[in-house]
């Protein structure tokens, strides 16, 4: 595959003050125009004034030059405008006016992270002590991003565009209703969902383990009630069997009495639930999701997401709207 990961994602918001404060807390780690890195990966969110919420940009990495060109000529194809300069390729998709980007960069190997011990009936492999996360003193650091989930009107013609125009592969569909798709090892990198109107649902953070999923929500509700936490799961079948467990809590955003103009964010449907999951409030959620997939132990591989599904063998934490 001549993609091979989810760069960066480029988030617009009314409160940039206060989303940047949000995110800081949640673990990703400020610096300069707005930009915010992760512990593995660097740079991976950028916050910047927008009159709603939504997704500003999406950057992918590509292997070399040669993917690119075909990356333009398939836009062409489509009809889409592309702008190619060198290492460098650029589209806006025309459904929901999300700028993507392919640059050419070297693939990033996650760095390995030693198995969380965990007891299980007839297995006792953390014997007369507390679990890991009882004891870790410092706060939760994503590693790297994971997905982005979107809402379109054309949910098949921006499909398209990422599939038949940019190279991307689908892993999953939901029939008539959404499209799981990767250009990473990862399950999947962008959700895209029928919708009434075009938003961004969520993006998916990655992190260590459970634990680490279940600290950083109680960190991010702790003395917050208006965050108004809300906890999910089930399981799923993908080629392999995946379970998860979603935390939600309500993003710093203000929602308004009016309904969102067509083609503004407005959150309808859940990733991780394929349903309604407005706040009584109206407000966007965050949420923290753990993930495992394969035929072992539910220790085996494990992932952190912050509102719905994360990339399937992998660890991630994710945070995400709903409202």
Known sequence: MSLHSLLSVTI??????????YYAEFGLTPGADGWFSTADAGRQLRILPAPTRRLLALRVGADDADDLAR?????????????????????????TGVRVGLDVVPRVEPKPVPSTRYNG????????????????????????????VLGSTDYRATTAFFTDGL????????????????????????????????????????????????RGAFAMLEGRSARQPRCSG?????????????????????????PPAPREPSTTMSASRLASMSTSGGKPCTALTVIDSGRGSPAS??????????A??????????SG
């Open 167 to 214: 190279g991307f592969k689908v892993s999953d569909r939901v029939k008539d209703v959404g499209a799981f798709m990767r250009c990473s090892t990862d399950h999947h990198n962008v959700l895209v969902l029928a919708a009434p109107v075009s938003f961004l649902h969520h993006t998916s953070w990655q992190v260590d383990d459970i634990d680490d999923v279940g």
């Open 12 to 21: 617009g918001v009314p409160n940039v003050e206060e989303t940047a404060a």
């Open 234 to 258: 089930g399981t799923m079948r993908t080629g392999q069997l995946a379970w998860w467990a979603t935390w939600l809590v309500t993003e710093p955003i203000t929602s308004t009495p009016k």
């Open 301 to 310: 591989a494990s992932a952190l997401s912050v509102s719905a599904w994360a």
């Open 312 to 321: 399937l063998r992998t660890r991630s934490v994710s945070i995400g709207s």
């Open 71 to 95: 990356a333009a000529a398939n836009l062409a194809r489509l009809g889409v405008p592309q702008d190619l300069a060198g290492t460098h390729l650029e589209a806006t998709e025309p459904v």
């Open 121 to 148: 009936p007839g297995r006792l492999d953390r014997p007369d002590c507390r679990a890991p996360g009882f004891t870790r003193a410092d706060p939760v650091r994503p590693r790297k991003l994971g997905h982005a």
